[in-house]
């Protein structure tokens, strides 16, 4: 894995030692990142769920935002995180929450420009992600979400009052754009 684009462009990044992990590959990355990046989307404020390794906060970081929120239950993986803001020079424009994404959201300063979100697959996800509106995480008219999940399924139309309005499909991953 490694940084696609940006400031920190070609540094590699570590995945976490978690059992399951499943990071979104590099072409995903840089497909998702290409089409925010055509629809103008404000990368300032981001919020990482489920963040893995940190790749997809740490991206929007080397793309110009300035603050990422990471968001991330395993402990391992959260030290991973850690250690790829330091290997890229971002640790001082994010904060990792080691905690579940349904307990986190009293510690986050919402609202974000962009949430991506990458859930295990066949979870309850979605069902937090609709949360994410009452918990004022959201701000209508300029918050933006980009959500993985298996390409076998088919992600929501709507989500807290965006709609969907790109998916790309590669591999067994999917990722929808909602505006």
């Known amino acids: ?14 995945g976490p030692a978690s059992r399951g992990a499943r990071p979104t590959s590099d072409l995903m990355r840089g497909a998702v990142f290409s089409a925010l990046e055509a629809m103008g989307v404000d990368l300032t404020r981001t919020l990482d769920l489920y963040a893995g390794s940190g790749a997809l906060g740490i991206e929007a970081l080397s793309r110009g935002g300035e603050w990422c929120d990471f968001v991330e239950k ?23 929450h080691c905690a579940a994404v349904e307990r ?19 979870s309850d996800a979605v069902a937090v992600l609709e949360r994410l509106a009452d918990w004022g995480l959201v701000e209508g008219g ?28 590669h591999g067994d991953s999917a990722v929808s754009i909602y505006r």
């Open 1 to 14: 894995m490694r940084v696609i684009a940006g400031r920190a462009k070609g540094h590699r990044l570590a």
């Open 74 to 96: 395993d402990r391992r993986a959260c030290e991973s995180i850690r250690g790829n803001l330091a290997r890229t020079g971002f640790e001082g424009r994010a904060k990792v």
């Open 104 to 122: 986190a959201h009293g510690r986050l300063k919402g609202p974000y420009t962009l949430i991506v979100a990458d859930p295990p697959y066949a």
């Open 142 to 169: 300029r918050t933006v979400l980009a959500l993985e999940y298996s390409s076998r399924e088919e992600g929501p139309e709507r989500l807290w009052g965006l709609s969907r309005v790109k998916t790309l499909r």
